[in-house]
């Protein structure tokens, strides 16, 4: 475990420790007293704690790397697991660039080491619902979906979330990903041809009592505190994205997503509802997931995750979240950015 901070103790190693397969044997933080927390709580007996990450690297008895530090260093640090023999499953977003994820696709092509992005919410029982539906072709061909990440006061004020130099952005890159990886897999499309997007800081600079997590320091909030696109696909269909981490508005949603298709549309709004027309007359059904359907899946997402990308690396298959689709949405995310910064659409060649 490189990186054992939030997102460690909270999603990766709980998910590990339910896994029988899986040991966790060595960690790294820049801050020791950190990596020898995670190691008191979830390491085997024998687990060290590295005060070098490459030393951990060139540790023989690990197979695989999760690397959940800031985005700044995704790149560098899975590149180098990779190089060691190691596979990695990497935080989103896959990097701060487009330019370092397409190292790290390149990298794990070249050495055979398998390479996932952490998008947990794709093992959500109604994100599997919803994409089987997808595949199975019941919502026939999606032409339109809107992805939503989108809060009205929830500003991380810890680590370096508000930093623009380690994260290159904010709900954006950070929550804004979540919801644009679920559109596309849903759609199962990662053909973008443009990208309109804008993005404000409109909020940031005012500060705010009433944030979740308590004010945050407008001095140092340097990312968005909201960002918006429209992506259209080669295929001709549209993408609407919203992000936000701050904005007056009572329609919050997070990694959430609505979709439109020939034969039918889907959202996840106060719960999974498909609708349509069926026999001269329109239809609104409330999808409800009980034993008829997954219900021997256990309704936690982050260990959904770890099994599968475990069972991915003994059984030596692909992973669900590729490498090669974790390049198009760090790709989308950079756009949208740029289309921001330039106020004009960006095309994809």
């Known amino acids: 475990m490189i990186g054992c901070g939030g997102i460690a103790m909270g999603k990766h190693l709980p998910a590990l420790a339910k896994i ?59 590149i180098a697991a990779m190089e060691a023999g190691k596979h990695v499953l990497c935080e989103k977003p896959m990097a701060k660039t487009a330019i370092d994820a397409q190292r790290m696709l390149d990298t794990s092509e070249r050495t055979g080491r398998k390479l996932s992005i952490a998008y947990q919410n794709r093992f959500r029982r109604e994100c599997l619902w919803l994409n089987e539906a997808c595949r199975n072709g019941e919502l026939g061909e999606i032409y339109l979906a809107k992805a939503h990440a989108v809060r009205r006061r929830a500003v991380p004020t810890w680590g370096v979330f508000l930093d623009l130099e380690k994260q290159g952005g904010g709900p954006l890159i950070d929550i804004g990903t979540h919801a644009l990886d679920l559109a596309l897999w849903f759609m199962n499309n990662y053909e973008p041809k443009t ?26 909030f340097t990312v968005e505190d909201s960002a918006f696109a429209m992506i259209t696909m080669k295929s001709g269909a549209t993408v609407w994205l919203e992000s936000s981490w701050a904005l007056n508005t009572l329609d919050v949603d997070e990694a959430k997503v609505s979709l439109s298709g020939t034969k039918a549309g889907a959202d996840m709004k106060g719960g999974l509802r498909v609708n349509g027309e069926e026999h001269g007359r329109l239809y609104t059904k409330e999808v409800q997931l009980g034993s008829a359907w997954g219900g021997d899946v256990p309704n936690d997402a982050a260990e959904q995750e770890a099994r599968a990308w475990i069972h991915a ?32 659409a960006i095309s994809f060649v």
């Open 20 to 78: 029988p397969e899986a040991q966790v044997t060595a960690f790294f933080d820049v801050a020791y007293e950190r990596g020898e927390e995670a190691k008191s709580k979830y390491g085997t007996h024998d687990a060290r704690v590295y005060t070098n990450v490459h030393e951990l690297l060139n540790d023989p008895n690990v197979h695989v790397v999760h690397v959940c530090t800031p985005n700044d260093t995704h790149a560098e640090i899975s």
């Open 195 to 220: 990208v309109l997007g804008t993005s404000y800081r409109k909020l940031a600079e005012q500060g705010s009592k009433a944030n979740e997590w308590g004010p945050w320091d407008p001095s140092k």
């Open 313 to 344: 690396i003994l059984n030596d298959e692909s992973p669900v979240v590729t490498a090669k689709q974790g390049l198009v949405v760090q790709q989308i995310l950079e756009a949208v950015y740029e289309s921001a910064n330039k106020g004009q």
